[in-house]
């Protein structure tokens, strides 16, 4: 098939995912087309295969803002009619969605084009956050139903979508996948000497995030300020965002400047997280939790927050450990007990590298995102 996908290129995790599916559906002898205002984050180091369309949005005077929806739009309608698309995959309801829907509607004004599916795949604050805005609600709600089928990452996504913007279209749940044989722990002693000398630290934690405040980085450096008191451990913080100097401030204020180090994004996580003792995404809303996901791959037991969708990814108790956002306390005393029980650490280890391969690895999941694509063209 002929498939177009639609994300965002910054870092997170629509764009990550929308980016492997990609991938993945090259492998898989399908042509890919991937637009984007630049080229997604987890795609500058290799394309593989993937033919990129950069979306450009022209700076007029008169205009005081980007119309990036309208540039958006045209671009679908020029990639979908000049390389005759099957499906155009939307990823991330705002503003994609809408979009694709405009894009869809002037292909059918052409007499025998071919005109494409239109599938939307919701991935969390696109509902959650910004799809609920009253500035943008009717507009999502409308984009969504009109769209010839849409996805959730989770149940919990799935049924927050019914529940605050009443959408009335089918939801089905393709939940969010790794590439298996290239997320799994491969551990390096001279990356981990540099990031946890070993005459000075047990252990190493870890949190990878666009540094949002649905994120709550500040809650990662609050529950490790708790596991410092009792183990000599160190922070790894990777990413950046709208919190980064917040956080670099209240690191500072703790008087942790040794013991924290701050890395920008990172564009292959393995190496990272192969190296970690434990992983901290004590999030306000998760709709998923991907990154969690590619710990546990890893082998890297996590403690989280209880919301959304992270209790169908981690299975508390056994995969990991997941406790109430702001009790920042009992995330603090499960960490000091992986840390340092180290038959309990192994078994969580091992039980969440498990569950990855065999829930969520791409052998498992694309093969529906191709079921629904062949649905819709046949």
């Given amino acids: 098939m002929r498939i177009g996908i639609v994300c965002y290129a910054s870092l997170g995790g629509s764009g990550i995912v929308a980016t492997e599916l990609a991938r993945q559906l090259v492998r898989r002898s399908h042509e890919v087309h991937l637009l984007s205002s630049e080229i997604p984050f987890r795609l500058r180091a290799d394309s593989g295969g993937i033919v990129f369309h950069p979306v450009g949005t022209p700076d007029y005077p008169l205009f005081r803002e980007p119309q990036y929806v309208i540039s958006l739009a045209t671009r679908i309608v020029q990639v979908a009619r000049e390389r005759q698309l099957d499906i155009v995959h939307a990823h991330y309801a705002v503003p994609h969605a809408t979009a694709a829907y405009l894009a869809r509607e002037i292909l059918r004004t052409e007499c025998g084009g071919r005109v494409p599916a239109v599938i939307t795949t919701l991935h969390g604050t696109d509902i959650t956050l910004v799809g609920t ?7 999502v709600r409308f984009s969504i139903d009109r769209s010839d089928a849409v996805t959730a990452v989770s149940e919990s996504l799935r049924l927050d979508t019914i529940e605050r913007l009443q959408a009335v279209s089918p939801i089905r749940v393709i939940p969010n996948f790794l590439d298996c044989d290239r997320f799994k722990r491969v551990f390096d002693a001279g990356l981990r000497e540099r990031l946890c000398p070993a005459g000075q630290y047990d252990a190493l934690v870890v949190h990878l995030s666009n540094f949002r405040p649905v994120k709550r980085v500040n809650a990662v450096v609050g529950v490790f300020r708790r596991i410092r008191e009792r183990v000599r451990a160190r922070l790894v913080l990777a990413g950046e965002g709208p919190d980064s100097l917040k956080v670099q401030n209240e690191v500072e204020a703790y008087g ?36 969690a996901l590619e710990a546990m791959a890893c082998e890297v037991p996590v403690v989280a927050s209880r919301v959304g969708g992270i209790p169908e990814v981690i299975d508390d108790g056994i995969t990991g450990v997941l406790h109430a956002p702001d009790d920042l306390d009992a995330m603090a005393d499960s960490a000091v007990h992986l840390l340092t029980d180290r038959a309990d650490h192994q078994s969580m280890a091992r039980e969440g590298r498990w569950a990855a391969n065999y829930r969520f690895c791409v052998s498992e999941v694309v093969p529906l995102y191709e079921a629904l694509y062949r649905e819709l063209v046949t």
Avoid: K
């Fill in 256 to 291: 942790l400047g040794r013991d924290v180090e701050i890395l920008p994004p990172q564009e292959d996580v393995v190496p990272l997280l192969s190296v970690a003792d434990l992983f901290l995404l004590p999030s306000l809303q998760e709709s998923f939790g991907l990154a």
């Fill in 133 to 139: 805005d009253p500035s943008y609600a009717e507009t």
